[in-house]
Structure formats: structure tokens, C-alpha cells
């Protein structure tokens, strides 16, 4: 019970969790490959300089991340 839990890795990080309830294919940031429904891209971050940073995500359906915002991009039909 005394024990700490240590945060110690970044709120980013992409991660594997099979069966999650909160996957990518779910995220408001992800986007699926069109040529392989199984991985996808997520821009939900953004470099220092505004611009979106997509990142690749091996396994659409069982990676989530803390940043996941369930729901569809606004603007995901004009990517
Ligand atoms: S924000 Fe996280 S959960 Fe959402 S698509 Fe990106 S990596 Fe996946």
C-alpha cells in the first residue's frame, strides 16, 4: 500500500493493450491505413511548431494511448 506509483512514461506513448476498450479504431486521432484496415496513423499530436505529427500505429485495433478522445475528427473526411 505504501508503495508509489511512478508515471514514468510520457502521456504520448502509443501502447499495446489487446483488447482494450480504447483503441485506436475508436480515437478521434486515428486514422486507418486505406490499404491496411489493421494499422493506422494517429494525429492527435502536434510538433513545437503546430504541425501534425503522425504517428504509425502497428495494431489499430488493440493500441491505445492516454490521449485517446473517443468520437470522429472533424476534419478526417478532408485528410
Ligand atoms: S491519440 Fe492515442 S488512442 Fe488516439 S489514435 Fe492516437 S495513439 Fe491511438
Known sequence: MAETL????????????????KPCLKC????????DPSKGQCIGSRTKMGSIWKRLIKDYYNM?????????VYFRDHV
Not at 491505445?64 to 470522429?72: A, H, L, S, Y
Open 28 to 35: 478521434k486521432w486515428g486514422i486507418e491505413d486505406p490499404t
Open 64 to 72: 491505445t494511448c492516454d490521449k485517446f478522445e473517443e468520437g470522429e
Open 6 to 21: 511512478k508515471l514514468t512514461h510520457r502521456s504520448a506513448d502509443i501502447r499495446l493493450e489487446p483488447g482494450t476498450s
